[in-house]
């Protein structure tokens, strides 16, 4: 037998998405375009690219995030800053960029629905590098992001017009969880001079070992969602009650949440609706000062804004969620 021909054998296989061999190779179906960050005459958005990790803990190459700003934006003096978004994107930990035309397109939507500035991080992806890669590269994000509160960071666009006392952190599925995870790290490692108002958890991947509320039971259903994360882990110790994927697991540091707001967004056909929804609740009784609104969208499935960005009901989530970002009231 040739040694050095790569194995066939398959690990994980999650058509149409991605798959892994025995021999640790990794193809992924879906995901792989990218774009550059260019000025976009449509939305009046410019972007850009930075490196925010020069060297990540595995020594491995640089981590970046696509940096968006309002045109016109370079009119605004010191005193007329705009509110900072920090998004994380979606993929089951496991596909999709930052730099994606799904996510460069979503970006410069939000941006100027919005009107703030924008990061949007890229991160490792499983399998390669196992959950929680993706949650240490994002918090590295976010410390690099803060130092700029000072205005001598090394990006002038964050020096300039990003007011560090209106930050937002913002995910879609996998970035939710993410964005989750940040807003409680965040709790708890107080960053000088850096205020997260709100967090935007869209749609997000949140799962369990046993149905909660109208979720589905369906064998084939269940066996692909614990498929990913067991993937994407790789640990046995908790399984999909790890709170790592269940942030409603018994013990779990909700209570810590490390802003005043939180909007979730569920859709009424995503099989992750209900995880969407006992999250709310949870947070809701866990303790935690802040408040928490939650939004249905009637027959929608899971990340539909992105798949359809011109319907009427992706329309009213981005001015929802711009409504939520420019909400001057004390919760």
Not at 250 to 271: P, Q, T, W, Y
């Amino acid at each position: 037998m040739d040694s050095t021909k790569p194995s066939s054998e398959i690990a994980y296989e999650f058509s149409p998405l991605i798959r892994v061999y025995k021999d640790g190779r990794v193809e992924r179906f879906v995901g792989n375009d990218t774009v550059p960050p260019s000025f976009d005459p449509k939305t009046n958005v410019d972007s850009k690219d930075v490196v925010y990790s020069p060297q990540n803990s595995n020594n491995s190459n640089a981590l970046s995030a696509r940096l968006y700003l309002p045109k016109g934006t370079n009119n605004n003096n010191n005193n007329n800053k705009l509110p900072l978004l920090v998004y994380i994107h979606g993929g089951g930990f496991c596909i999709e960029t930052a730099f994606s035309p799904f996510y460069h397109s979503y970006l410069n939507a939000l941006v100027s629905a919005c009107n703030v500035v924008a990061v949007s991080v890229d991160y490792r992806r499983a399998p390669e590098n196992p959950v929680p890669c993706a949650h240490d590269d994002s918090w590295a994000a976010i410390k690099w992001v803060a130092s700029h509160v000072n205005g001598s960071g090394p990006e002038d666009w964050l020096n300039r017009y990003a007011d560090f006392q209106r930050v937002f952190f913002a995910g879609d599925s996998a970035g939710a969880n993410i964005a989750h995870h940040m807003g409680i790290r965040n709790g708890r490692e107080i960053l000088d001079g850096f205020n997260v108002a709100g967090i935007v958890l869209v749609h997000p991947y949140f799962w369990g070992s046993t149905p909660v509320g109208n979720e589905t039971t369906d064998a084939k259903d269940r066996a692909f969602f614990d498929g990913i994360w067991r993937m994407g882990y790789r640990s046995e110790t908790n399984g999909c009650d790890d709170p790592w994927i269940n942030p409603c697991v018994e013990g779990s540091s909700l209570a810590s949440m490390g802003c005043a707001r939180v909007l979730v967004f569920v859709a009424e056909k995503d099989k992750l609706a209900a995880r969407g929804w006992l999250y709310y609740e949870k947070l809701k009784e866990s303790g935690w000062k802040g408040r928490v609104e939650i939004v249905e969208t009637k027959g929608e499935s899971h990340v539909f804004h992105l798949f359809n960005p011109n319907s009427e009901n992706a329309r009213v989530m981005l001015e929802q969620i711009a409504s939520f970002f420019n909400h001057q009231n004390k919760p």
